[in-house]
């Protein structure tokens, strides 16, 4: 399983971007999917997951600091997992990481067993 993502870059407060993980070697539908990042000196943290949960019925999760901003979405087509930002912040900069994993306790990077190399977000205020 290899993960790439792509669409960091530099975007001024309160602008969008959209970040993409091509998933290779496995549907993803068949992983948990997260997105992760982490800011200079610190932890990586959770931003989203999305999960199968039986049928065609998928479960998405945010982290507090990103809902209502982020939304994470699948292409099966494409076998791409998305990451949709808007409204960003500052405090959004980091290396965002795609990661494939079990279908369960997704906020936890212990749950990934693949991951991305990352893309930078970064953000002018």
């Known amino acids: 399983v290899r993960l790439a993502e792509s669409g960091g870059g530099l975007v001024q407060a309160g602008g969008s971007l959209r970040l993409s993980c091509v998933v290779s070697?496995?549907?993803?539908?068949?992983?948990?999917m997260g997105w992760f990042r982490q800011a200079p000196g610190k932890d990586r943290e959770f931003v989203a997951s999305?999960?199968?949960?039986?049928?065609?019925?998928?479960?998405?999760d945010y982290a507090d600091s990103v809902k209502g901003r982020f939304t994470i979405s699948g292409d099966s087509d494409k076998n791409t997992v998305i990451l949709q930002m808007d409204s960003l912040k500052p405090d959004d900069e980091g290396i965002y990481y795609c990661?494939?994993?079990?279908?369960?306790?997704?906020?936890?990077?212990?749950?990934?067993?693949?991951w991305g190399q990352g893309t930078r977000v970064t953000v002018s205020s």
């Open positions: 999305l999960a199968r949960i039986g049928g065609n019925r998928v479960s998405t």
């Open positions: 070697g496995t549907p993803f539908r068949a992983y948990g």
């Open positions: 990661a494939a994993g079990r279908l369960v306790r997704l906020r936890e990077t212990s749950a990934y067993t693949f």
